[in-house]
C-alpha cells in the first residue's frame, strides 16, 4: 500500500489543491491527514488563500481516499462542510509489521506518549515541523504543514511505501528519505 501522509491544511485552498494534485501525482491508495483541516487557529496567521468552503468542496470531492484525524483547530462545525470523518483523535495503522499510532499531536506527543509497544510509530502533526527521531522504544515522525511550514522547513508531505518514508516538497521533490530498521523482538 501506498500513503500519502500531510497535515496542518489551516484552511489554504492554494495549498490543498497543490497537494491534491500531489496525490494523483503520486498514485497513493490513500492520503491520511493529520488533522487542523479547514482553521487556520488563532496563533497562525491567515495561510495563502484562505478558503475553509473552497478546501472543503475539493476534499469532499476525494473523500474516498480520505482518512483523518482531528486536529486542535477542527471542530464539529467543520464536520458539517465535510463528507468525511474528522472527528476521532486518533487512527490505528499496520504498516511494515509495525503499529502507527497517528494523531495530531497537540494531546500525544513526545512528551505525552501514548501507549506504545517497542518498535511502534508515533506519527504527528502539529508542530509544522517536519522530523523523525529513532526513539530506544518507538519511531517519531512528522511530515510538517503543508499551508504554514515552520523552522525553515518546506510545504510538504510523506509518502510511505515499501518500508520507506520520503519528505517532499508540493513539487513532489525528495527533501529527504527514511527507511524503516529491522523490527527487533520484543
Given amino acids: 500500500m501506498k500513503l500519502m501522509i500531510a497535515s496542518d491544511l489551516h484552511g489554504s485552498a492554494l495549498y490543498t489543491r497543490q497537494m491534491l494534485d500531489r496525490l494523483r501525482a503520486e498514485g ?15 496563533r497562525n496567521a491567515l495561510p495563502q488563500d484562505y ?6 468542496a475539493m476534499l469532499n470531492a476525494a473523500k474516498a481516499k480520505l482518512l483523518c484525524i482531528r486536529g486542535n ?3 464539529e462545525v467543520d464536520q458539517m462542510l465535510l463528507e ?15 503499529m502507527v499510532y497517528a494523531t495530531h499531536g497537540h494531546q500525544y506527543n513526545e512528551a505525552h506518549l501514548p501507549p506504545l509497544q517497542p ?3 508515533l506519527l504527528h502533526g502539529h508542530t509544522h515541523v517536519p522530523g523523525y527521531v529513532q526513539h530506544e522504544n518507538y519511531l517519531y515522525l512528522n511530515p510538517g504543514s503543508v499551508s504554514i511550514p515552520k523552522e525553515n522547513s518546506v510545504h510538504g508531505y510523506m509518502i510511505y511505501e515499501n518500508g520507506g518514508f520520503l519528505w517532499k516538497d508540493l513539487d ?3 527533501v529527504q528519505e527514511y527507511r524503516l530498521p529491522p523490527q527487533r523482538d520484543a
Fill in 84 to 98: 468525511f470523518p474528522i472527528l476521532s483523535d486518533t487512527c490505528i495503522l499496520y504498516i511494515g509489521g509495525r
Fill in 28 to 42: 497513493a491508495d490513500k492520503l491520511l491527514l493529520l488533522g487542523d483541516i479547514l482553521y487556520h487557529g488563532p
Fill in 172 to 174: 513532489g521533490g525528495v
Fill in 119 to 121: 518498535g511502534d510509530i
Fill in 51 to 56: 478558503d475553509p468552503q473552497q478546501v472543503a
Fill in 73 to 75: 483547530c477542527d471542530a
